[in-house]
């Protein structure tokens, strides 16, 4: 039982002191520091060292030997900025950028990290690259032009990383990424010269575009003019496909126009070699019916005009001759009857006269009407009563006209004066018509 106790006791300890160790001793480094064991010696290549390093791994440190240091391996982001540091040439310039250092974790670099800024703070670190990193600058502006400093800032920045490599380098450091943000300056130097290359620029784009315009006008003519010739081509080709298809076509028409006028003519004339026979007998028989037609109709009419004429001749002669002696008879007839010739001329035509003259008496109101005893019926008493009518109506006094031509023989007054006597009555009657 004692001895149990004793042993739990052995067992207790040792896991105590394993516990210690482990929290106190034991060391686990991590991937972005490096840890550094200083109290026993070393020796790397030709140097003897008094520490120990380690890097990505772990260590138990000897007690009362060792003293354990970390050491941040970490980016520190330095922003850079020079103002006034004189170009080559004499113009002041501002350079603005941001670099990316680091303490160096390979050999030898890291023993010179560790002799220089061991135990310094990490601010103070950051410090002492920035200002490094600024004189290497300014030293580097002093080497170039603004023109080579404002033209080409990635050979600006690899000039100064070339400057500062081996500063950098003795100090434990380093410079991971340099990047230059701005560069300016108070004289306006490089406005200028960026006014200038533009103007360059510009000049050289409208030189360009021009170029390019005129090529582009010139390949666009090029091409218009092959697309014209291609399209004359193909017009002048089309044309003489055109014109042949024509001609051949108008020799096939000339061939098969000419048969058929040929045949046409043949047809026609065949037509009036076989109607001329035809047309012979129909000139004998128009010839035969214009004799009985025309000829003969005419002839016998000729004829019988001329037997006609000669009979209408001899009537109009013998009229004549008989209408000579007549009228040579009423001369002898006119002078034996001597002052009463007129008279009877003029009773012998009283007929005509009056009936010529009631043809145009037109119809007119009658308000005298007279009536005539006409149951004797002689020419006397109708002739007195038309006169006596004829006055009435239209106020011609017939009888006064005729005594005015001269005086009536003593026979024709004596009837005209007994029919009156015998037959009128005179009646007045009103009437409308």
Same mark, same amino acid.
């Given at each position: ?65 060792? %003293? ?55 601010? &103070?670190?950051? %410090? ?18 603004? &023109? ?113 006028? &040929? ?127 004829? %006055? ?42």
């Amino acid at each position: 039982m004692p001895f149990l106790i004793v042993l739990l006791a052995i067992l207790g300890s040792a896991a105590g002191l394993g516990s210690f160790i482990i929290k106190n001793l034991y060391y686990v480094c991590q991937p972005n520091e490096i840890l550094i064991f200083a109290g026993s010696k070393q020796r790397s290549g030709d140097r003897e060292l008094g520490y120990r390093l380690i890097k990505g791994g772990n260590s138990i440190r000897t007690p009362l030997l060792e %003293k354990v240091m970390r050491m941040n391996l970490t980016n520190m982001i330095i922003e850079l900025k020079v103002s006034n540091s004189y170009s080559k040439g004499g113009i002041p310039l501002q350079v603005e950028g941001v670099a990316n250092i680091k303490i160096a974790g390979e050999e030898p670099t890291i023993h010179n990290a560790i002799e220089r800024l061991l135990g310094k703070p990490r601010k &103070e670190i950051e %410090k002492i690259a920035k200002e490094t990193l600024e004189g290497n600058l300014r030293g580097v502006l002093a080497s170039l032009t603004p &023109e080579q400093v404002n033209q080409d800032k990635i050979a600006f920045a690899k000039s100064l990383l070339d400057e500062a490599e081996e500063d950098l380098e003795k100090l434990g450091l380093v410079l991971d990424t340099l990047q230059i943000q701005n560069i300016s300056d108070d004289v306006r130097y490089l406005d200028s010269l960026g006014r200038k290359q533009q103007a360059d620029l510009q000049r050289d784009a409208r030189i360009a575009e021009a170029e390019a315009n005129a090529e582009s006008a010139v390949q666009t003519a090029e091409n218009k003019k092959i697309t014209a010739v291609r399209r004359l081509e193909r017009d002048i080709g089309i044309a003489q496909a055109a014109a042949e298809q024509r001609t051949q076509d108008a020799l096939t028409a000339r061939a098969a126009v000419i048969a058929e006028a &040929e045949a046409e003519i043949a047809a026609e004339l065949a037509r009036i070699q076989a109607d001329v026979p035809v047309q012979e007998e129909r000139i004998k028989q128009v010839a035969q019916q214009l004799q009985a037609d025309v000829i003969a109709p005419a002839e016998a009419d000729c004829k019988r005009a001329i037997a006609q004429a000669k009979g209408n001749a001899s009537t109009i002669l013998e009229d004549g001759k008989a209408q000579a002696e007549g009228t040579l008879r009423l001369a002898e007839s006119w002078v034996a009857a001597g002052d009463s010739a007129r008279d009877i001329f003029l009773l012998q035509k009283l007929e005509g006269l009056l009936k010529t003259l009631a043809s145009t008496v037109p119809e007119v109101s009658v308000k005298n009407v007279t009536v005539i005893d006409t149951q004797s019926g002689n020419l006397g008493t109708q002739a007195a009563a038309f006169m006596a009518q004829l %006055k009435q109506t239209s106020g011609v006094d017939l009888a006064g006209a005729i005594n005015g031509l001269g005086g009536l023989s003593s026979s024709a007054n004596a009837a005209i004066n007994q029919s009156h006597a015998e037959g009128l009555k005179e009646v007045h009657i009103e009437e409308k018509i």
